[in-house]
């Protein structure tokens, strides 16, 4: 099994930044796409960002130039910088992941969620 642990929700003020972080655990023989979704009030899961082993990201068209998705391979992690955050935002959102584990099954993981909220 794979397990994702999220940090760094909470509330903020719009313009103003904050950082998500993942970090992948477990029986993880490889890891495939890492990246976030959000789930906003009333509304289905939606992609935020993704981001491939290659370190090559993909955006939600909402976030382009606003959020930055990287990660580290080494430590099975994976952050989203939020910079001019708007209370349009303001979502759980949940880190995701597709990996291989040690017993050669590959499938999707995702975390338990954090809360973003964003105040205008």
């Known amino acids: 099994q794979v397990s994702l642990v999220e940090s760094g929700g909470g509330l903020v003020q719009a313009g103003e930044s904050l950082i998500l972080s993942c970090a992948a655990s477990?029986?993880?023989?490889?890891?495939?796409?890492m990246g976030w979704y959000r789930q906003p009030p009333g509304k289905q899961r939606e992609l935020v960002a993704t981001?491939?082993?290659?370190?090559?990201?993909n955006y939600a068209d909402s976030v382009k130039g606003r959020f930055t998705i990287s990660r580290d391979n080494a430590k099975n992690t994976v952050l989203l910088q939020m910079s001019s955050l708007k209370p349009e935002d303001t979502a759980v959102y949940f880190c995701?992941?597709?990996?291989?584990?040690?017993?050669?099954?590959?499938?999707?993981?995702w975390g338990q969620g954090t809360q973003v909220t964003v105040s205008s």
């Open positions: 477990g029986s993880i023989f490889s890891i495939n796409t």
């Open positions: 981001i491939s082993s290659a370190g090559i990201g």
């Open positions: 995701y992941t597709r990996a291989t584990t040690k017993f050669f099954y590959t499938g999707d993981y």
